[in-house]
C-alpha cells in the first residue's frame, strides 16, 4: 500500500493520478494454482467484485463496472484495477493486481473532473480505514476464489449485472469509426459482446473504445 503514489498506470498507457494520502492504492500479490494464460480474465472478475462488495461495505450505492475493470459510480470513474501477470510457460507464476480507488480527494486535473468522483465527493461525511477497506478486499478475493470452481457461471452472471451501460444505446469509436452500440455482456473469455449497428459482435480491449 502506498500513502502516495508517484507513477500510477493505467490501462492503455494513461497515467493513474493520485494526491498524497488521499486515496487508496495498493497491489495485491496473487498466485492462482495451475491456472492457464487462458483463465486470466477471472481475475478481473473476482478483483471487481471484490472491491465493489468492500465498497459496498463503506458506503452503499449503486457501482458498475466499466469493463474490463474501471469502477464507476453515478456514471463517473471511482477508481481502477490493473493486473500484470508473471508466466510460466502456459501457467501464471502470479500477478500483481493494482487497485486504485478516489477515497478522500476533492480536486481533479481539469482534463478529467468531469469524469471522476470520489467516495468523499459523493458522501462528504464518510469515513474510511484504508488498511480496514484493503483487508476487506483481501477477504472478498479469498472468497470468491473458493467459490470459482463451483459457481463460475454465477460470478459471471455476478460481473455482468453490474456492467456499465448495459442494455444503454451509447456512442462507440469502433475500428476509428464512431457508432451506436449496445453492451450485451462479457464472455468467459474476457471479450465484450456489443451491438454495433445492428450487428453482434466479440471485441478485445483494443478493438473499442468508449466516447463519454
Known amino acids: ?64 463496472i466499466k469493463w ?48 471522476v468522483t470520489s467516495l468523499m465527493l459523493e458522501n462528504p461525511n464518510l469515513k474510511v480505514d484504508f488498511v480496514d477497506f484493503i483487508v476487506k478486499i483481501q477477504g472478498g478475493l479469498k472468497h470468491y476464489l473458493q467459490r470459482l470452481e463451483s459457481s463460475r457461471n454465477e460470478m459471471l452472471e455476478l460481473y455482468n449485472r453490474r456492467l456499465f451501460l448495459r442494455d444503454t444505446e451509447a456512442d462507440f469509436l469502433y475500428e476509428g469509426k464512431r457508432m451506436k452500440g449496445v453492451i450485451r455482456r462479457v464472455e468467459e473469455d474476457g471479450l465484450l459482446q456489443i451491438l454495433l449497428e445492428g450487428q453482434l459482435k466479440k471485441v478485445d480491449l483494443k478493438g473499442i473504445v468508449y466516447i463519454l
Not at 500513502?3 to 486515496?23: C, H, L, M, Y
Not at 500477478?95 to 480536486?107: A, D, E, H, L, M
Request: zero cysteines; aromatic letters at 8%.
Open 1 to 64: 500500500m502506498a500513502k502516495n503514489q508517484t507513477a500510477g498506470k493505467g490501462q492503455r498507457g494513461n497515467v493513474w493520478v493520485s494526491e498524497p494520502n488521499q486515496n487508496l492504492t495498493v497491489s495485491i500479490l496473487l498466485s492462482p494454482h495451475q491456472w492457464t494464460v487462458q483463465q486470466q480474465f477471472w481475475l478481473t472478475v473476482i478483483t471487481s467484485l471484490a472491491v465493489v462488495d468492500a465498497l459496498q461495505s463503506v458506503f452503499p450505492a449503486d457501482y458498475h
Open 68 to 115: 474490463p475493470n474501471d469502477i464507476i459510480l453515478h456514471g463517473k470513474k471511482l477508481g481502477g484495477i490493473l493486473i500484470e501477470n508473471a508466466l510460466a510457460g502456459k501457467y501464471i507464476k502470479h500477478s500483481i493486481i493494482g487497485i486504485g480507488i478516489n477515497v478522500f480527494q476533492k480536486n481533479f486535473p481539469d482534463t478529467i473532473h468531469h469524469k
